[in-house]
Nanobody
Framework: QVQLVESGGGLVQPGGSLRLSCAAS????????MSWVRQAPGKGLEWVSA????????SYADSVKGRFTISRDNAKNTLYLQMNSLKPEDTAVYYC??????????????WGQGTQVTVSS
């Protein structure tokens, strides 16, 4: 069965960095686009970033552009999100999500359980 397991969240001070990972199993990881989506306390889901199946194309929300970097290692079936210059407004539960196709269309069929990121001094 498909499994997406996020890790790497935690408490970090403003201006700090974290690297999130999403370990995928149960499907051919290299065939599908992947995304990171977050949910801040009391708010709805916010798309953060996406990467196509081969890793050669990426996209970012304006709120994280220039600070976050999405990447993937298809040999390790793992998705990453490098987060730099973190701000308190980045505090959220971060989910990885599997897209339905090789290109990021924003249509997901599987989600991970999420990892908490808290940015606070």
């Amino acid at each position: 069965q498909v499994q997406l397991v996020e890790s790497g969240g935690g408490l970090v001070q403003p201006g700090g960095s974290l690297r999130l990972s999403c370990a995928a199993s149960g499907f051919t990881f290299s065939n599908y686009a992947m995304s990171w989506v977050r949910q801040a306390p009391g708010k709805g889901l916010e798309w953060v970033s996406a990467i196509n199946s081969g890793g050669g194309s990426t996209s970012y929300a304006d709120s994280v552009k220039g600070r976050f970097t999405i990447s993937r290692d298809n040999a390790k079936n793992t998705l990453y999100l490098q987060m730099n210059s973190l701000k308190p407004e980045d505090t959220a539960v971060y989910y990885c999500a599997k897209d339905l196709s090789s290109w990021y269309a924003g249509k997901y069929d599987y989600w991970g359980q999420g990892t908490q990121v808290t940015v606070s001094s």
